[in-house]
């Protein structure tokens, strides 16, 4: 096995942080969370796309670099070691565009690929709802046809960056009368439909980024269904692949976590003197974001060969999830009291962290897929 890198992707990688260290902001942006921090965001986006930054793995016509896979995922290392801004349209870029690659048609693409890469229109998800969170096939929200448009009634909650997004990405039930996985569609609906209000959900930290949706009859025209009527789950399957697997949570930004880590105890050392108890656990969550990053490299080869993703994205979901909340609580137990101020960024990883368990399908959901349909387990 070589685990080295090829002149080729190591030049691209000093390429990246050379530009990197020149362009990224010297102070950290307001919280994309925040309007205002959210129009800071996008402006960064803007800067990456036009410098070819973007979507580096994306076709040239779409604004990216037609990098490998490998090559995106030294990007992304040297983005996060950078201290670069937080990717307000990842929802957009790093889960939809690939479900737009596979199951949209070429006008679909001309129209949403490039004005999503350089952040001109921002996405949200749309799935979950009031009584169906990790139960995605439970959803409620129906959207009859009526001619060339769907009628959209219903809610949908839990939607990151909602209250600010331009359009949405919505599963809903087109066939009324349907159950469960059968007779769902999914729609790409404008922020702006009449009969669409997103409201802000309050959040402990105040910051109003988080919203729900309620759906009046709001119409969206058929130009707007992703893969075909009844076809909903088959296309919402592809981009849970990309959200629990690779596209949404590449090793960098998890490294980048460690690194800091190991920088805090070697501060604290230097000032407390070294605590051996916590030194192993700083050791221990270290050692955890170097196997998610070579599990990623394994996964990125298997993929190169031809092989899905399928239901190894569930592993690596739990994999990513509870090595950021140990991470960050590492921190917080080498910090003591001075983890809990309300400027500690130590803190705020950590509450952020808290939800990766849960988002993207609770971890209980991926182990009993992982018992399932990795290890063969009876269902029970």
């Known amino acids: 096995m070589d685990l080295s890198f090829t002149p080729a992707e190591e030049e691209f990688r000093e390429e990246a942080r050379t530009w990197l260290v020149e362009n990224v902001p010297a102070e950290p942006l307001a919280s994309m969370d925040t309007p205002d921090g959210f129009e800071e965001h996008r402006a960064w986006e803007h800067i990456l796309f036009d410098a070819g930054w973007a979507v580096v793995s994306w076709p040239e016509r779409y604004g990216g670099r037609e990098a490998s896979l490998v090559e995106w995922l030294i990007f992304e290392e040297e983005y996060w070691a950078s201290g670069a801004p937080g990717r307000v ?18 006008e679909q693409q001309d129209r949403f690929l490039r004005p999503m890469a350089r952040g001109d229109e921002v996405w949200a998800q749309g799935w979950s709802e009031p009584d169906a969170g990790s139960d995605l096939a439970g959803i409620k929200t129906k959207a009859p046809r009526d001619g060339d448009h769907f009628v959209i009634d219903g809610q949908k909650t839990w939607c990151s960056r909602g209250a600010f997004a331009d359009w949405f990405f919505c599963l809903v039930r087109t066939d009324p009368d349907s159950e469960r996985h059968a007779g769902l569609s999914y729609l790409l609906v404008p922020g702006d439909t009449e009969g669409l209000e997103a409201r802000a959900i309050g959040r402990l930290d105040g910051e109003p980024g988080f919203a729900e949706l309620f759906f ?14 009844g076809e909903g ?35 604290l050392a230097d000032s407390r003197g070294p ?10 969550a270290w050692m955890g974001a170097q196997a998610y990053r070579w599990q990623t490299y394994a996964t990125e080869s298997r993929l190169r060969g031809g092989a899905p993703i399928g239901s190894e994205a569930s592993f690596m979901k739990v994999l990513w999830s509870e090595l950021d909340v140990e991470l960050h609580a590492t921190a917080l137990r080498l910090l003591g ?27 209980e959901i991926q182990r009993n897929i992982i018992s399932e349909r990795v290890l063969g387990l009876p269902r029970r």
Do not use: C
């Open 89 to 106: 349209s990842s929802n957009g870029v790093s889960l939809l565009a690939p479900t737009i690659f596979d199951f949209g048609t070429p």
């Open 216 to 229: 009046d009859g709001a119409r969206v025209h058929e130009r707007y269904l992703l893969g075909g009527e």
């Open 233 to 267: 789950w088959a296309v919402a399957m592809a981009t849970t692949g990309s959200e629990r697997g690779l596209n949404l949570r590449a090793p960098g930004r998890f490294m980048a976590a460690a690194d800091r880590l190991v920088g805090l105890y070697k501060e």
């Open 275 to 284: 605590d051996l108890d916590r030194r192993d656990q700083v050791v221990s």
């Open 337 to 363: 009291r001075d983890g809990e101020r309300a400027d500690s960024s130590w803190m705020d990883g950590y509450v952020f962290a808290l939800s990766g368990p849960i988002y993207a399908g609770t971890n």
